[in-house]
């Protein structure tokens, strides 16, 4: 038994996927990812959307596509969300200037956590200007995710949305890694990534949607608040985790020998 474990150990690499999950401490990780969500990259998309000339609903649109809410509870989390004239009415341009700051210190730790997933050194300070980037680039994401759903409908979303996602995952971690990593090498991370991000949102649909109803009457915003956290860990979870296995992936299964750097 002992030789047929061992066996399969080889030939499936299971235990260095778990063992590399704990020595990158994804769970802790990933729960940093989602307070820093909460505290640096909402305010900044707030404010986004509060300006969004298609006028699509502001980011309460935007948070309740994204967790594949629907009736009382996308109702119950839009309530806790300020209404877009009252956010550009009570931003100030400095005000806007530290939002902004904020969101790229959130994009910094998305970089240094695929940056521990390729076991590469920390970038230098004067590498901000990439995240700043890949910000940007995320905040058009979102936006495209929520106009997506206006114009396309079932699989047609479906497939829609796995490319644009794979496409800006596969080109956000070659970006944020200043290209260290060979494009090929970070394909299957992305691609985990996105089937991942899909698992998560039948899991929200199934679970967080009538759980934020039964928070909002039990425990009022703080019960809504605690959901969304919950949700955005799962998403930090599926980033660092899509990335961790994309790495595992190739170097056991599709190019064991070849090399991953440039």
Known sequence: MRRTALALERRFGAYA??????????????MGFATLSLVTLAPLLIVVAAV?????GGFASWLVDGMGLSGRSARALTDIISPPVRVISTTSVWGGVLVAVFGVSFAGSVQNGYERVWGLPPGPWHRVWRQATWLAGLTAYLYQEVLNRQEFQGWERV???ASTGALFFWWGQHFLLGGQIRWRSLLPGALATMVGLGGLRVFSYLVFTPLIVDNALSYGTVGIVLVVESW?????????????FGRWFCEHHWMPHGPHRR
Request: aromatic share 6%.
């Open 17 to 30: 996927l778990v063992r590399r999950g704990r020595d990158l401490e994804l769970m802790h990780r990933s």
């Open 52 to 56: 969004d000339p298609l006028r699509e």
């Open 159 to 161: 497939l829609v949305s």
């Open 232 to 244: 955005l860990t799962g998403v930090g979870f599926v980033v660092y985790g899509g990335a961790m």
